[in-house]
């Protein structure tokens, strides 16, 4: 399949549009723009070419691609779905589903692990958290509740973050 129709049917299912429609409504401009900043990051394709595929010229596609930097990026629903696409390559539903099911169960299997080697190493730095991962779920909930009101008791922003984010990292 086109890397560009690839494209076009993540930010179409993904935002519940139609980026080709010839409309200038904000949700369909902006879901192009998306389209431009994808396309341009995954691909090789000229902007001319990029521009073609939804029938703009390469200048559209540039003022697309410098809006979604300047302003869409800020949106967390565009960042997330413009980070999902680049860095986890989408993998589109109308695929053959057996192959899909190979790449999600791969995919989960690498998470897993990954999340192992992150836990094992949080443990060796942070010895208490040995019992933290013996706890039942709804124990572990009441240790976070309470490490939360500890922290928000601290008088320091930038210690709080601190250990805010060490806290995170563990749960």
Same mark, same amino acid.
């Given at each position: 399949?086109?890397?560009?129709?690839?494209?076009?049917?993540?930010?179409?299912?993904?935002?519940?549009?139609?980026?080709?429609?010839?409309?200038?409504?904000?949700?369909?401009?902006?879901?192009?723009?998306?389209?431009?900043?994808?396309?341009?990051?995954?691909?090789?394709?000229?902007?001319?070419?990029?521009?073609?595929?939804?029938?703009?010229?390469?200048?559209?596609?540039?003022?697309?691609?410098?809006?979604?930097?300047?302003?869409?990026?800020?949106?967390?629903?565009?960042?997330?779905?413009?980070?999902?696409?680049?860095?986890?390559?989408?993998?589109?539903?109308?695929?053959?589903?057996?192959?899909?099911?190979?790449? &999600?169960?791969?995919?989960?299997? #690498?998470? @897993?692990? %990954?999340?192992?080697?992150? =836990?094992?190493? !949080?443990?060796?730095?942070?010895?208490? &958290?040995?019992?933290?991962?013996? #706890?039942? @779920?709804? %124990?572990?909930?009441?240790? =976070?509740?309470? !490490?939360?009101?500890?922290?928000?008791?601290?008088?320091?922003?930038?210690?709080?973050?601190?250990?805010?984010?060490?806290?995170?990292?563990?749960?």
């Amino acid at each position: 399949m086109n890397e560009l129709i690839k494209i076009e049917r993540y930010v179409n299912i993904s935002l519940g549009i139609n980026i080709n429609q010839n409309t200038r409504k904000r949700p369909i401009v902006d879901g192009r723009f998306l389209f431009f900043a994808i396309a341009r990051k995954s691909t090789k394709l000229s902007l001319d070419k990029i521009g073609k595929h939804l029938n703009k010229d390469h200048a559209t596609a540039l003022h697309g691609i410098n809006m979604f930097k300047d302003v869409l990026i800020l949106n967390k629903r565009y960042n997330a779905l413009y980070n999902n696409y680049i860095h986890e390559k989408w993998v589109d539903p109308s695929a053959d589903s057996e192959a899909t099911i190979k790449e &999600l169960r791969k995919k989960s299997y #690498l998470l @897993d692990v %990954e999340l192992l080697k992150l =836990k094992q190493k !949080l443990k060796e730095k942070l010895p208490f &958290l040995k019992g933290y991962y013996n #706890l039942e @779920d709804n %124990e572990q909930n009441i240790v =976070k509740e309470r !490490l939360n009101l500890i922290i928000n008791m601290m008088p320091s922003n930038q210690k709080r973050k601190e250990v805010f984010e060490i806290i995170n990292c563990a749960m």
